[in-house]
């Protein structure tokens, strides 16, 4: 069976890492891979041709512009023509346009989108609220696939209450992960020394994380003003790292400098390894107003790190709380500053929760078995 993944990207963000997991897991299955992505870095490009997969760049940079959406569109039916793929399969809103118009012209193939949000195309992650106009916009996108993979109840439950896509095209698998990857610290222990001693930290103090895009979807403000409470309540010797960046970089600097806490926070845009930020961290914390599901929550349950993350959309699917982590309500900062001392306190229920998370990757976000029920859809489906 060969296969096209369509990607906006291969950099390393969420959806791209799950990406090369499942190509992974494809290449076990035997399956033929080409990827082709429409911008970005490249990051994941020199790791995926090791695997002999072969990656095409279509350099669709602008998705609004005319010529530039011609030009990818001619570069793919190309691609398609020369690889003759027995399945198609986009990721993230603009290879979903692009695929599209592709379709338009030529579809002698499966094509099949994943959904990694609960949001309209139209909107990304701005917003995930319903809107007549964006609704109508992603039926017109998601009438020319043959099945739409959602990456949890959340989208699932999104697309089927705020489109007309027939519900039978849509089916639930979660992202998955190698949680084996993320549990033998003795093998990492001189990236974490040098680690605090690149940005000048002591092992003594407590450190708060947070990875995510510096876009609203992740409101980091909520985030600010939660460490700012904490100082300010409970004084303990700690650090906020913020690893991310986006458009909001600025901004969010500047606020954290007029609440006069931008000297406890160590601003990181990138950092290669996850799991090494997971052994700093002592409590890691995502704040999204929603997520598709949050590759980076089961990082921090495969790792064993404690969480506190917000009670809405997937968030809520993963994180049970006072079981495997903590739940605030949307912008309780002052719940989040004092979950933040609790988790300080290191007590045995901490640690008990950490072992029910591990457990719980192990069980319900295991990569194999993700890999083989997409494997059942391409074969159920061609």
């Known amino acids: 069976m060969r296969v096209i993944h369509v990607i906006s990207s291969l950099d390393k963000g969420g959806a791209e890492s799950q990406l090369v997991y499942l190509i992974q897991e494809q290449i076990k299955q035997n399956l033929e891979i080409n990827v082709c992505y429409l911008r970005g870095n490249s990051y994941w490009v020199k790791f995926l041709e090791s695997k002999n997969v072969k990656c095409h760049f279509l350099d669709y940079s602008k998705t609004l512009n005319i010529f530039s959406l011609l030009k990818s569109i001619i570069k793919m039916l190309l691609i398609i023509s020369k690889f003759k793929p027995n399945i198609i399969h986009a990721h993230l809103n603009p290879s979903e346009i692009l695929m599209f118009f592709v379709s338009l012209f030529y579809k002698k193939y499966t094509y099949i989108i994943s959904k990694h949000l609960d949001s309209f195309i139209i909107s990304g992650s701005e917003n995930n609220k319903s809107n007549f106009f964006y609704s109508l916009f992603e039926d017109l996108i998601l009438i020319r696939s043959d099945k739409i993979i959602c990456i949890s109840k959340s989208v699932f439950n999104f697309f089927k209450i705020n489109t007309f896509v027939a519900h039978k095209k849509l089916k639930h698998i979660y992202y998955g992960i190698d949680y084996k990857n993320y549990q033998n610290q003795d093998n990492r222990k001189y990236k974490i020394t040098e680690f605090y001693k690149k940005y000048k930290i002591s ?43 986006g458009y909001l970089n600025k901004k969010l600097k500047k606020i954290s400098k007029d609440m006069k806490i931008s000297d406890e926070i160590i601003w990181i845009k990138y950092y290669e390894e996850n ?26 349950l495969s790792s064993g790190t404690p969480i506190i993350t917000v009670k809405r959309s997937a968030m809520q699917e993963i994180i049970k709380n006072n079981k495997n982590g ?41 990569l194999s078995i993700m890999a083989q029920k997409v494997f059942k859809i391409y074969k159920n489906n061609y």
Do not use: W
């Open 203 to 245: 092992k003594k103090l407590f450190i708060v994380g947070i990875i995510a895009r510096l876009v609203p979807q992740k409101n980091i403000p909520l985030m600010l003003k939660s460490y700012k409470t904490f100082k300010e309540k409970y004084h303990l010797n700690s650090k906020l790292i913020i690893v991310g960046d």
């Open 275 to 300: 799991k090494i930020l997971f052994d700093i961290f002592n409590v890691f914390c995502l704040t999204s107003n929603y997520e598709g599901l949050g590759l980076v929550l089961l990082e921090a």
């Open 326 to 366: 903590f739940l605030i309500e949307p912008n309780d900062y002052e719940r989040m500053a004092y979950l933040l001392f609790n988790v300080s306190l290191n007590s045995p229920k901490i640690r008990m929760m950490s072992r029910s998370g591990k457990k719980l990757v192990k069980k319900k976000f295991n």
